[in-house]
């Protein structure tokens, strides 16, 4: 075969490896957003990031295997393999990845739950101890000034007549 049918055909099936990883890429996207939810801004910001990665990542490819000439096959090679991975592996990769995140995730909670239900156990008593002492002090305090509003004195002195100094 020809030296430049050889270096053409590694150019393309480059370009299908690369849209290949481009999909991982948004797989693993795909994953992080099922574990960890979120609202349709950080959904878009994420989305501007990964689509500004990829663009540097496939200049970069251009640019050291075809000089920076961007070539038609070769935007339809990266979505030949895009779909190609999308349509073989992406949705089984995705769900199988995210369910074992999810039992991982749930078996450091089971974990954790052991670990820390003594402390649990123990601030729940010690809680309800200072509630029953708090309880407590603010009986003594609306006692007291019930005492204090009831055995109040007038302040005002009188002055008797006898008193005063004729």
Not at 88 to 103: C, E, R
Request: glycine share 4%.
């Amino acid at each position: 075969m020809n030296k430049v049918i050889i270096v053409e055909l590694r150019f393309f099936f480059a370009s299908i490896i690369w849209g290949m990883l481009l999909i991982v890429f948004y797989d693993l996207l795909r994953i992080f957003r099922r574990v960890m939810k979120h609202n349709g801004f950080f959904v878009a910001i994420e989305d501007i990031i990964y689509w500004v990665i990829c663009s540097v990542l496939i200049f970069r490819m251009m640019y050291k295997q075809n000089n920076g000439i961007i070539r038609g096959f070769s935007i339809l090679a990266m979505l030949l393999g895009m779909v190609i991975f999308h349509y073989a592996i992406s949705d089984f990769f995705v769900n199988i990845i995210s369910v074992l995140i999810h039992k991982i995730f749930h078996f450091i909670g089971m974990i954790l739950n052991i670990i820390f239900r003594p402390f649990l156990f123990i601030l729940k008593k010690i809680r309800k101890v200072i509630s029953w002492i708090f309880r407590k002090v603010k009986k003594i305090i609306n006692n007291l000034l019930l005492l204090l509003k009831k055995g109040r004195k007038s302040s005002k002195m009188t002055v008797s007549d006898d008193e005063k100094g004729d």
